[in-house]
């Protein structure tokens, strides 16, 4: 079993800075390829950004590619997400995930996803 904790949401300003955190426990952390999703409110959850089990591949959403930055450091179980140059539309309860599955294939599909964390709210205001 994986257990997934995400922290560092919280509020920022447009144009600021947040870094999220998602630490695991039990399973090896360092097979599992992890995902970031988001859901606003009123909206469905969407893919955010993946980082393979090994850290080599990543994959971004659109909408913040070249604000957003996953990174991971598997001795310390866990994942990062930076996010910078924030906008208001970027509020939401952001969620990590994982997948046992190591192959790299449909990482944006939430359904490959096996263990999901609580969530972390980050405001942005304008």
């Known amino acids: 079993q994986v257990q997934l904790v995400e922290s560092g949401g919280g509020l920022a300003q447009a144009g600021g800075s947040l870094r999220l955190s998602c630490v695991s426990s039990?399973?090896?952390?360092?097979?599992?390829?992890i995902g970031w999703f988001r859901q606003a409110p009123g909206k469905e959850r969407e893919f955010v950004a993946a980082?393979?089990?090994?850290?080599?591949?990543?994959d971004y959403a659109d909408s913040v590619k070249g604000r957003f930055t996953v990174s991971r450091e598997n001795a310390k179980n866990t994942v990062y997400l930076q996010m910078n140059s924030l906008k208001p539309e970027d509020t939401a309860v952001y969620y990590c995930?994982?997948?046992?599955?190591?192959?790299?294939?449909?990482?944006?599909?939430?359904?490959?996803?096996?263990?999901w964390g609580q969530g972390t709210q980050v405001t942005v205001s304008s």
């Open positions: 980082i393979k089990w090994n850290g080599i591949s990543t």
């Open positions: 995930a994982a997948e046992k599955d190591f192959t790299w294939y449909a990482v944006r599909t939430q359904t490959r996803y096996d263990y």
């Open positions: 039990g399973r090896t952390f360092s097979s599992l390829n």
